[in-house]
């Protein structure tokens, strides 16, 4: 396990700690949830959900709620302190340690936005975050990591953007006038970019340390709403719940 991943751990551990309930057995229920479920009827059909490629995982902890994308799902029932101490070792591990995370911290009041959005919403997000990068960044190059459709056909409209996906069907095609890259432009386009819109299932793919410290990072999404937390990261996800 890298260093990033152990000092994560031993954050949401402390924090587990400082509830005061360091020892208490807590089931947390992760499952898989159904495209509907999951996004509504967002009026297009080309998000990875609605695909088949990812799913997401939902936990609960008392009153919080928290999601995870992972290629990699299945149920998981145990104790919070049993679950944030688990090696994470492969995508499946690390996403039930991240939904459990964000429900965890959405329980404890200290996130929001722990719940992807839906129907409409995600063209919205998609809108107010082309506004938000112009108002902040101004014109930049922006190098985006995964493919959320709404926000690359957004983004393309305002800014040059070079994407970068590992899905295969959507390597070698053009999204919205933009070509999708393969992890073997990952350093080309990192090099190019001013800055990067990477998505937050990297934290449960194991792929965000390729893009951190390297140029300035903004992540979205649900899934990476308690670590961005814990880890001081900038997130957009304008429109969840």
């Not at 297009?44 to 008392?62: C, V």
Request: hydrophobic share 40%; net charge negative; proline share 5%.
């Amino acid at each position: 396990m890298t260093l990033l991943y152990e000092t994560l751990k031993q954050r949401a551990l402390s924090l587990c700690r400082d509830t005061g309930m360091p020892n208490a057995t807590v089931s947390v229920k992760a499952r898989t949830l159904s495209t509907e479920e999951a996004i509504g009827n967002p009026e297009a059909d080309d998000f990875p959900l609605q695909k088949g490629k990812e799913r997401l995982i939902q936990a609960r902890f008392g009153s919080g709620a928290g999601q995870a994308f992972t290629d990699q799902f299945g149920d998981y029932e145990g104790p919070l302190m049993e679950i944030l101490s688990m090696p994470l070792g492969n995508n499946y591990r690390r996403s039930v340690f991240i939904a459990t995370l964000n429900a965890l911290l959405h329980h404890m009041g200290r996130i929001s936005g722990t719940i992807h959005c839906k129907d409409r919403e995600p063209a919205e997000c998609a809108r107010q975050l082309a506004a938000h990068l112009k108002e902040r960044y101004g014109d930049v190059r922006i190098g985006q990591v995964g493919f959320q459709p709404r926000m690359v056909e957004a983004a393309a409209q305002a800014f040059p953007v070079r994407l970068l996906d590992i899905d295969p069907e959507n390597i070698g095609t053009r999204k919205f006038d933009v070509l999708v890259e393969g992890p073997e432009a990952q350093e080309d386009v990192i090099h190019w970019a001013d800055l990067l819109l990477v998505t937050g299932s990297t934290v449960a793919n194991g792929t965000i340390e390729h893009f951190l410290g390297k140029k300035p990072v903004i992540f979205y999404g649900t899934t990476i709403a308690g670590a961005a937390h814990l880890m001081g990261w900038e997130r957009f996800c304008a429109c969840s719940h």
